[in-house]
């Protein structure tokens, strides 16, 4: 016998990440306590590897339909609940949107046809990249779409509210989405980008420098619409905050230049010069037509409000 308490203080608080304290076994789950307007029902357990159990529940608030998973190993839990609405409790939002703003946060999507045909269950780090990639690379299949923020940051957490959303509309039509079928690559397959090559403010090793080091850093910056300086190379960034640069600017598929400022031998002294040139301490730096935005974190931030979006357009 085993039992979980959850509390909480209204309906909305079930669109968000929910903690539990359980100490469930897979296979023993027989209840769930709960404050009197919250009622759960047990879906089943799922056995994994290791001692780990994962008991998957459903539940409602009011006329809405959640799903979630608790996890626990041993005598330890993990005390976590994933909730997701089921997928036919979510609206359908029309593609491309006239009167909504997609959120640029992690989730889970169901793409529709014009015809309101399921065409393809997604999870991604940024519904509104991903919906914004699928507009772009295949409109023909984009009439609408559901989708609803997931807030937790581990991957684990988007998979298993996907595997709600498949499992809903597996059961109901017996059948995989045309896009999620094995071997469709349609929504997944990437096309591929043109590599640029690194900026260099300098041939090589041991060139006599005519100009200060700053004079290039300026013209680079005005030259270029999008410049990046990072640690490591476009393909190989050498630090967490440039790699997290870099992946919003592909996510976003904008077309930048990039400069590495660990290059002694091409770019020698900018690690430090750039700091003076743009006042600020740290690096990666990210300058839009001529004007410096800021770095990762200021740049994450600006994603979020969809303020990016206007300043590169």
């Not at 039509?173 to 590599?195: D, I, L």
């Not at 420098?209 to 190989?236: S, Y």
């Not at 630090?239 to 997290?244: I, N, P, T």
Request: aromatic share 8%.
């Amino acid at each position: 016998m085993a039992s979980a308490i959850c509390s909480v203080a209204s309906a909305s608080s079930f669109t968000r990440m929910i903690s539990v304290s359980s100490k469930a076994k897979s296979g023993h789950v027989s209840r769930i306590r709960s404050d009197a307007r919250v009622s759960f029902v047990r879906r089943g357990s799922i056995p994994t590897s290791s001692g780990l159990s994962c008991c998957s529940f459903s539940w409602r608030v009011g006329r809405k339909s959640y799903s979630g998973c608790s996890f626990s190993a041993g005598k330890y839990n993990c005390g976590i609940v994933c909730s997701v609405r089921k997928l036919g409790d979510v609206e359908h939002v029309e593609l491309p949107p006239k009167d909504t703003t997609f959120p640029a946060a992690p989730g889970i999507y169901a793409v529709y046809d014009k015809e309101g045909d399921l065409q393809y269950v997604g999870l991604t780090r940024r519904v509104s990249t991903s919906l914004d990639i699928h507009l772009k690379e295949n409109s023909e299949l984009c009439g609408s779409v559901k989708f609803e923020v997931i807030d937790a940051p581990e991957r684990a957490a988007l998979t298993d509210a996907w595997k709600v959303w498949m499992e809903e509309h597996i059961n109901i039509t017996g059948k995989v989405p045309p896009g999620n079928v094995s071997g469709n690559t349609t929504w997944t397959a990437k096309k591929p980008r043109r590599a640029k090559p690194d900026i260099l403010l300098t041939p090589g090793a041991h060139v006599k420098l005519n100009v200060p080091i700053e004079d290039l850093i300026d013209k680079v910056v005005k030259d270029c619409n999008v410049v990046v300086f990072i640690k490591g190379t476009r393909t190989a960034p050498q630090c967490g905050f440039s790699h997290r640069v870099l992946t919003i600017l592909n996510d976003l598929g904008i077309d930048y230049e990039t400069l590495n400022v660990l290059d002694e031998d091409h770019n020698p002294g900018v690690r430090e010069a750039i700091k003076k040139y743009s006042e600020w301490p740290t690096i990666p730096q990210v300058y839009v037509k001529g004007e410096f935005v800021g770095g990762a974190d200021v740049l994450d931030e600006m994603v979020q409000s969809g303020e990016i979006k206007q300043l590169l357009n």
